[in-house]
């Protein structure tokens, strides 16, 4: 495993390319651990807020971020995100607590303490990691590295569908309009700009269903031994 004591699949992609749920499901296939890299930022800008921390408190917000009390906990055919024993999967996806999440990431400090908490949630038998520089970064030494994308108004699109299910309003050009600006943002800049890593299988979901996708990864965790023959 290149010094990697235990095997890594990573799962990168841009904004609403359904990497999130494509990892979900197939940590739970796999019966592997599962970080989302993306969760952990919202959990440290809530935990910051109820800690009273100012978030451009660099040296707070680094301490807090080492001693992050967050676990994945996978079960019933699903990942529960727990801060200090607290189920926060549902309220970590509020806007507001984006915004919390998108103020603490700017500080590299920050950026270099959860790295090294990102790295720990590697425990036997295996981790899949989703986020946008788990391969690239994070787990450059992993045997198996996915980037998963579509196209612009595929993502706005599901995009679209999520916040009308969940009673919000929503506007289709616009949201193409803001997954394209997103676009040139994270892969412009200059931290761990969003790109593929040089040995990652690109994976094109805009015609595919979530199972094709997950089938596909599966496939070729199987090729590299890393589960049984799917």
Known sequence: MGGQRVPVLTIDGPVSSGKGTVARRVAC???WHLLDSGALYRVLGLYAE????ALDDEPALTRLARE?????REGDGDI????AGEDIG???????????ASQVAVLQPVRDALLARQQAFAEAPGLVADGRDMGTVVFRQAPLKIFLTASPEERARRRYNQLKE?????NLPALIEDIRARDDRDMQRSVAPLRPADDAIVIDSTHLSVEDVVDRILEEAAR??????A
């Open 166 to 170: 969940k009673g919000f309003n929503a």
């Open 50 to 53: 109820r800690q009273g921390v």
């Open 29 to 31: 296939r796999m019966a």
């Open 68 to 72: 992050l009390p967050v676990v994945f």
């Open 224 to 229: 590299r031994s890393l589960i049984g023959a």
């Open 80 to 83: 529960q995100v727990l801060l």
């Open 90 to 100: 549902q309220l970590i996806r509020d806007e507001r607590v984006g915004e919390l």
